[in-house]
């Protein structure tokens, strides 16, 4: 590098308000002074010799030193940068008369004990003494050293602004004070000082000034402070080069790193640590281990507590089970078995890649313990799923934190417990814990998890009252969390009051998510492309991910095709959480070939990639494929998840012949073969198969003697059959669990309303929506919409919106007609019975999949197929209106409702008219 001038520095007084207005220093009481100098020698009490002498050093100290500074402390563990045993040299001293001498090193000793017994008023009585001698550099930098090593900054600074010619020394001690207690800009301005002054830095000094860089982080300046040591020759010093690495490694610039490291013609255990933390802390742990090797392989280096913690650190990262075993190991056999920092890291390293039982051994072992002890083992045992452990072990902590209150806190939040969340963060507020960003982000998290509108409010009103929401994490979190409790035009109120000068590439990746989330797919893509065209958007995993869910929903297989090139371009195809959106987009967009596709070009798959091919199967109603890929899975040893046995229950509702009894003993055997205790999705699903084949008696048996309360979605699968098979009566005694256990789902009563209207029993029926309309109930609206020139089309019911509604309306009278001559006929069991003939054929002729249907025949050329997706299940007349446009246009229609996939070809379904 090139040496560098640094720029002329102003006087600090007129830099920093730090070096203002001078204020008298208090000299202790004489008392004092007689009692820690009692054994001092006669020459120190001569009043002759206290009149020859006039103080030389200033006892001034600026104003703003003099106010409290919870941050100024002893320093504690530091090994100094200027012992006080080299300043009594009598060398360093040109007076040579010897009763001056004896004085002077019976000072120096006075010094060292009080740095010894922490004692601040014998230090002030030495510096009342000295202030009656001649001045001298190097006894000053004695008492301004003696200051800092007592943590008195302020009166250390005292002295120094009394020195005529304060040397290397008096600066660099100062230079390091400052930087250890965070003012790094103050030391900076002193070392500029120094060098406007003619003197010259020395290793300590860079060290010193580096520091202070570090701390403030004053990347550019260290970089130049780079060039002034090799012009001035201190780079092959060890300590200097150690804190460069330190430097480049805050700024994550490891190449520089790797260069020093290796050019460095001497090295110490500090540089090999150094060097190792640099690469632990910007997450390259197998290089990292790489070095340790080498470490052991080429020196004879031993390796410290500082080496084993941070290697057993960059072992949890990358998930090196037996290498973090073999460091625990070397730890023992080195004898530092005992240490706490490594035994710290070892309870850390079993939780990432051991069992909670390593854990719990290492932890019963350790003859000491502290704050970060106990909180690792509430972070050990919440990531076990043991939270009355964790929650025991907080209650046994003989002192806590904010960080003990937050690894509780998300803990909760990991483990499903939101409630006990909020009721921790209400704790953690009436006991006045610290409220961190960490804290706030937390308790966001769990109530955007918990989906309750009405408490995410009153989170929200605390943090802008008590004034955090001002923090861009913060505010971003509390975005997500309207989204995730249907709070949208909070949310995007929030969106569009985002400040321009910070970056929206977070929030915009929430917006996206929360449009999806709540049923809002266009808005979702008009954003999308939006953010595209502005560049405002960091297409990562977490924003692709999200669009590829978007376009899934909608059906959208040209758009999710432009995304997936993105991807492979990008080179995030590769990241695994990508690929499975990827399945699940092409799965739902018609297209199960290029989710198989998709699949078997990833370069390594999870239980989520097999999952997601099984659900693609399952959607479009291929369960013998399903259970393919199952055999599959069990034949490569991977072992299946909760979500995977509910896939594969529920495959056997769509086999080509009835396989109940297969079904029965998978389920019965989930506990014995596969560890898993049967859910009630579980349950749900074996239902919904016994329901589908028939069996409505068995599931209903099957339900009422479940090992604990069944859940609503369980009577709702068999509401479902009974819907299915017209069986009324056991529809209505389920019909009422589900009332009586969900009085607030308006879609169970439209289930149970048109499974009376079916069955002819319009009384019930009519009840049922009355009592709907009593209690303020809105059926969901029908939508079913059609991508053409990659617009989103929607239609819902007697819709005429549509800028082409003459046109639609037109060819769905004709197609109509079309359909009745061919043999089609109204079924209009699902319209209210007081309703006339005629009237009841008008609610039918114009449904939402009905409008859509003929916008695809009319906008796409002869002979493709109509893709049509619709967000609810679709009704019985429109089911058999299809079958029979199929037939007089020969045209095949894919259509996507709540419960998988219909393809009408020829007058048939694919749904075998069981859905």
């Given at each position: 590098m090139a040496a560098i001038n640094p720029p002329s520095a102003p006087t600090i007084s007129a830099i920093s308000p730090l070096f203002s207005s001078p204020n008298p220093f208090r000299?202790?009481?004489?008392?004092?002074?007689?009692?820690?100098?009692s054994l001092a020698p006669p020459s120190f009490f001569n009043p002759k010799l206290r009149q020859k002498h006039r103080s030389r050093f200033s006892t001034s100290t600026e104003q703003s030193l003099l106010s409290p500074d919870p941050t100024v402390s002893k320093p504690q563990n530091t090994q100094p940068l200027f012992p006080l045993d080299t300043l009594d040299d009598s060398a360093s001293f040109p007076n040579t008369n010897s009763d001056s001498f004896i004085e002077i090193d019976h000072l120096l000793n006075l010094l060292r004990l009080s740095v010894k017994y922490a004692d601040v008023h014998l230090a002030r009585a030495v510096h009342a003494w000295v202030l009656k001698l001649e001045e001298d550099t190097h006894l000053g930098n004695a008492v301004l050293v003696a200051y800092l090593?007592?943590?008195?900054?302020?009166?250390?600074?005292?002295?120094?602004?009394?020195?005529?010619?304060?040397?290397?020394?008096?600066?660099?001690?100062?230079?390091?004070?400052?930087?250890?207690?965070n003012r790094g800009r103050e030391a900076i301005e002193l070392f500029f000082r120094m060098r406007s002054s003619g003197i010259e830095p020395n290793d300590y000094s860079?060290?010193?000034?580096?520091?202070?860089?570090?701390?403030?982080?004053?990347?550019?300046?260290?970089?130049?402070?780079?060039?002034?040591?090799?012009?001035?020759?201190?780079?092959?010093?060890?300590?200097?080069?150690?804190?460069?690495?330190?430097?480049?490694?805050?700024?994550?610039?490891?190449?520089?790193?790797?260069?020093?490291?290796?050019?460095?013609?001497?090295?110490?255990?500090?540089?090999?640590?150094?060097?190792?933390?640099?690469?632990?802390?910007?997450?390259?742990?197998?290089?990292?281990l790489e070095l340790f090797r080498d470490l052991h392989r080429t020196t004879d280096f031993k390796s410290d507590q500082f080496t084993l913690s941070t290697v057993l650190t960059a072992c949890a990262g990358c998930h090196a089970v037996m290498g973090g075993r073999e460091v625990h190991g070397h730890a023992i056999r080195i004898g530092l078995e005992c240490n706490l920092s490594i035994n710290n890291a070892i309870i850390l390293f079993y939780t990432r890649c051991g069992s909670l039982k390593d854990v719990v051994a290492d932890f019963e072992m350790m003859p000491v313990r502290d704050i970060i002890t106990w909180t690792e083992m509430i972070i050990a045992y919440m990531e076990f799923g043991y939270v009355d452990m964790a929650v025991e072990v907080f209650e046994k902590m003989p002192e806590r934190n904010s960080v003990s209150y937050n690894a509780l806190l998300t803990g909760f939040c990991k483990n499903g417990e939101e409630l006990k969340a909020l009721e921790f963060f209400i704790k953690m507020v009436r006991e006045g814990v610290e409220l961190t960003d960490f804290t706030l982000t937390s308790v966001i998290n769990a109530c955007g998890m918990l989906m309750e509108f009405e408490i995410s409010r009153q989170i929200h009103g605390f943090i802008i009252k008590f004034g955090f929401g001002s923090n861009a994490f913060i505010e971003a979190a509390l975005l997500d969390m309207c989204t995730r409790c249907g709070r949208m035009n909070d949310a995007e109120k929030m969106f569009h009051s985002w400040p321009y000068d910070q970056d929206s590439s977070i929030i915009r990746t929430s917006m996206l998510c929360g449009y999806a989330r709540n049923g809002m797919p266009d808005e979702a893509i008009v954003l999308f492309h939006q953010s595209q065209s502005e560049g405002a958007v960091v297409i990562d995993e977490v924003a692709l991910t999200s669009v590829f869910s978007v376009c899934g929903t909608l059906g959208f297989h040209e758009m999710g095709k432009q995304i997936h090139c993105h991807a492979l371009k990008s080179g995030f195809v590769d990241d695994t959480g990508v690929g499975n959106s990827i399945i699940s987009m092409y799965s739902k967009c018609f297209s199960m070939n290029d989710a198989i596709k998709s699949f078997n070009t990833m370069s390594a798959h999870d239980i989520v990639s097999w999952n997601c091919l099984i659900a693609g199967y399952l959607l479009h109603r291929q369960g013998d494929q399903a259970l393919v890929v199952w055999s599959r899975m069990e034949k490569a040893g991977i072992k299946p998840d909760t979500v995977t046995l509910v896939f594969i229950i529920s495959a056997y509702k769509h086999t080509s012949a009835n396989l109940v009894d297969d079904c029965r003993r998978l389920f019965l055997s989930m506990k014995n073969i596969y560890d898993i205790e049967p859910t009630s999705e579980h349950y749900a699903s074996l239902v919904s198969v016994l329901g589908h084949w028939g069996l409505l008696e068995e599931a209903e048996k099957l339900i009422i003697k479940m090992p604990f309360e069944p859940e609503a979605s369980v009577w709702r699968a068999l509401l479902d059959s009974c819907r299915l098979h017209l069986n009324t009566s056991i529809g209505k005694r389920v019909a009422k669990r589900i009332l009586v256990m969900e009085p607030q789902d308006p879609s169970t009563y439209v289930l149970v309303s048109n499974l009376y209207s079916a069955s002819g029993r319009w009384h019930c029926s009519e009840l049922v929506r009355a009592k709907m309309r009593e209690r303020g109930f809105q059926k969901h609206p029908c939508r079913s919409w059609i991508i053409h020139q990659e617009k989103v089309h929607s239609f819902y019911v007697r819709d005429k919106s549509h800028p082409q509604t003459k046109d639609i309306y037109s060819g769905l009278d004709i197609l109509i007609l079309e359909c009745l001559k061919a043999g089609y006929e109204h079924d209009t069991s699902f319209v209210l019975h007081e309703v006339e003939e005629h009237q009841k054929k008008e609610f039918l002729f114009y449904h939402s999949a009905k409008l859509a249907a003929t916008y695809g025949l009319l906008t796409t050329r002869p002979g493709?197929?109509?893709?049509?997706?619709?967000?609810?299940?679709?009704?019985?007349?429109?089911?058999?209106?299809l079958k029979y446009v199929s037939v007089v246009t020969r045209r095949e229609i894919f259509l996507r409702d709540s419960s998988g996939f219909h393809c009408f070809s020829n007058g048939q379904c694919s749904c075998k008219d069981y859905w």
């Open positions: 000299l202790p009481s004489k008392s004092t002074i007689f009692h820690h100098l090593k007592l943590g008195r900054l302020l009166d250390a600074y005292g002295v120094f602004r009394g020195l005529s010619s304060p040397d290397v020394v008096s600066y660099t001690a100062l230079i390091s004070s400052f930087a250890k207690v860079f060290v010193a000034i580096l520091t202070a860089c570090i701390r403030t982080l004053e990347l550019e300046l260290g970089s130049q402070l780079h060039a002034l040591i090799i012009r001035l020759g201190y780079l092959d010093c060890v300590i200097v080069a150690n804190v460069l690495m330190c430097l480049y490694g805050k700024s994550g610039s490891l190449d520089y790193v790797s260069r020093l490291f290796d050019e460095m013609p001497q090295r110490d255990i500090a540089t090999w640590n150094t060097v190792i933390s640099c690469m632990v802390n910007e997450l390259s742990y197998e290089k990292a493709e197929p109509i893709r049509i997706v619709k967000n609810v299940l679709l009704c019985g007349d429109c089911h058999s209106f």
